[in-house]
């Protein structure tokens, strides 16, 4: 019988089908994927499928679930390895830039979450919402430390550049984006 569990005790369906669904979900959009093909792709049968996700909902919240987890991860990283406030808020700068040019080149997957569930009580909502506050708060936390005049004027307008830079990124082209993102993004960190 084949191992279905990884040594950190997840299970290894459940990660295929989590793992394939993020990447059709940000490359296709939410809707546009269905059950069947998900299943088909990770290579999992309906029943593992709905034994892990009681329904497509609960997937979509995993995979918002596992986008906040890689900035939170992100985040953490970058205060391990740097102690400088100001130096921090540089290095989230540039890494959120990074992430546009790298990882995020189709948009904002909370947008994305967002704009395909227009309720705003949905679970899906919810915990996009959730990451929202959350990273709000962090940088607002991070620019304080840095010693910023106003952290949450300036932690809003960041989350607002790291939107428009998202969008744009896909839209316009990053090479073109990037300039005006990272000009905008520091002037709105050292005021």
């Given at each position: 019988m084949a191992k279905r569990t990884a040594p950190d005790g997840t299970s290894i369906p459940r990660e295929r089908l989590l793992q394939t669904a993020s990447g059709l979900f940000y490359q296709e959009g939410i809707h546009a994927v269905g059950v069947d093909r998900i299943v088909d792709e990770a290579g999992v049968t309906r029943a593992t499928f709905y034994r892990h996700f009681p329904s497509k909902e609960d997937l979509v919240e995993a995979y918002i679930d596992g986008e906040d987890a890689g900035i939170r991860g992100a985040l953490a990283g970058a205060?391990?390895?740097?102690?400088?406030?100001?130096q921090l808020v540089e290095a989230v700068i540039e890494g959120l830039a990074d992430d546009v040019a790298r990882h995020h080149t189709r948009g904002c997957p909370f947008i994305n979450a967002a704009a395909e569930y227009p309720d705003a009580a949905s679970?899906?909502?919810r915990a996009v919402q959730e990451h929202r506050t959350w990273f709000r708060a962090e940088l607002e936390r991070l620019l304080a430390a840095a010693g910023s005049s106003d952290p949450e004027g300036a932690a809003a307008e960041l989350v607002l550049l790291r939107d428009a830079a998202m969008v744009g990124g896909y839209l316009d082209g990053w090479e073109r984006v990037l300039p005006a993102f990272i000009a905008a993004a520091r002037a709105a960190a050292t005021r």
């Open positions: 205060e391990a390895a740097i102690e400088d406030p100001k679970g899906v909502r």
